[in-house]
Each structure stands twice: as structure tokens, then as C-alpha cells.
């Protein structure tokens, strides 16, 4: 059984930044992605990282201005989201997937958390 807890959404104003967190209470050390959701939409893919940290990818989209990181000690997973965009606004939810390679569709996970909202005014 693997459980998730995002925190760190809220309201900002376009231009500004903010730090998502993810901890994860689980057995082992898990491949994990951000996913973005609007709605009335499927959910997007946002970032991911591999178990030991070493990959990362990005929607591009959000490619120089997220970074994800991660800390195992902890069990947590990180998404800094800087220069913050009004279309960036959605609930942020964050997965467990089976392995290191770069998965982008939201099948591919089979953990989630309840999501934070984040929400850029412009």
C-alpha cells in the first residue's frame, strides 16, 4: 500500500513562485510525476524523476521554470514552480509510477495523491 500527500498550493499572482511537496509513505523508493488537471480535463503531465534522482523531464510548457527534486531520506518529492503563468492554474497531483523510464500518460501511475489546487491571477 502506497499513500500520498501533496502540500503547498494556493493563490498567486502571475510572476510569482511557489513549492509543491509531495511525501510518500510507502515500502521503497518509487519513480515519481507531477500531473496538472483543469477542468473538465484529463490530467497533464507535468514533471518527472527517477528513483535515484538522476532523470528528470518536463512538459515543455513548463521546461526553465519547474524543477522537481527529490529527498529519499525523507520520502518526499518536490515541484518548485517559478514565473508562474495564469494557464498554469489547476489542481497539482502527484504520482507513483513502476520504473525509471519517463512516463508521461496518466495510466502509467498507480498512486495518487488528492492534489493541491494552485491558482496564477494575472
Known amino acids: 500500500q502506497v499513500q500520498l500527500w501533496e502540500s503547498g498550493g494556493g493563490l498567486v499572482q502571475a510572476g510569482d513562485s511557489l513549492r509543491l511537496s509531495c511525501k510518500v509513505r510507502?515500502?521503497?523508493?518509487?519513480?515519481m510525476g507531477w500531473f496538472r488537471r483543469t477542468p473538465g480535463k484529463e490530467r497533464i503531465f507535468v514533471a518527472f524523476i527517477s528513483r535515484n534522482g538522476q532523470t528528470t523531464t518536463y512538459a515543455d510548457s513548463v521546461k526553465g521554470r519547474f524543477t522537481i527534486s527529490r529527498d529519499n531520506g525523507e520520502k518526499t518529492v518536490a515541484l518548485q514552480m517559478n514565473s508562474l503563468k495564469p494557464e498554469d492554474t489547476g489542481v497539482y497531483y502527484c504520482?507513483?509510477?513502476?520504473?525509471?523510464?519517463?512516463?508521461?500518460?496518466?495510466?502509467?501511475?498507480?498512486?495518487w495523491g488528492p492534489g493541491t489546487q494552485v491558482t496564477v491571477s494575472s
Open positions: 510507502g515500502r521503497n523508493i518509487y519513480a
Open positions: 504520482g507513483v509510477t513502476s520504473d525509471d523510464s519517463d512516463h508521461r500518460r496518466y495510466g502509467e501511475y498507480t498512486y
